[in-house]
Nanobody
Framework: QVQLVESGGGLVQAGGSLRLSCTTS????????MGWFRQAPGKEREFVAT????????YYGDSVKGRFTISRDNAKKTVTLQMNSLKPEDTAVYYC?????????????????WGQGTQVTVSS
């Protein structure tokens, strides 16, 4: 079982930055590729970013490419999402997720474990 806990959400003005973190107490963190997804009210869950087990490969959703950066520290069992140049349309609940694969996935249904989510609100 992998338990994921997100932190770092909050309220920020457009153009600002936030750093989300996701930690786990599980012993097998390095066995999982990790991903970030988000869901705004009335919208479907959207892929944000994913990172491979070793942190070598990363992929981003088109709407965040060039503004967000995903990284991981397997020793600290943490995955981080650095969000810069935030826009009001980035407002959503952000979820961390783990998938038992090497390279990660853009497909939410493929993930095995999910965190409870953290709210990010970007004001205009």
């Amino acid at each position: 079982q992998v338990q994921l806990v997100e932190s770092g959400g909050g309220l920020v003005q457009a153009g600002g930055s936030l750093r989300l973190s996701c930690t786990t107490s599980g012993r097998t963190f390095s066995s999982y590729a990790m991903g970030w997804f988000r869901q705004a009210p009335g919208k479907e869950r959207e892929f944000v970013a994913t990172i491979s087990r070793g942190g070598i490969s990363t992929y981003y959703g088109d709407s965040v490419k060039g503004r967000f950066t995903i990284s991981r520290d397997n020793a600290k069992k943490t995955v981080t999402l650095q969000m810069n140049s935030l826009k009001p349309e980035d407002t959503a609940v952000y979820y961390c997720a783990a998938v038992a694969s090497l390279s990660g996935s853009r497909v939410a249904e493929e993930y095995d474990y999910w965190g409870q989510g953290t709210q990010v609100t970007v004001s205009s």
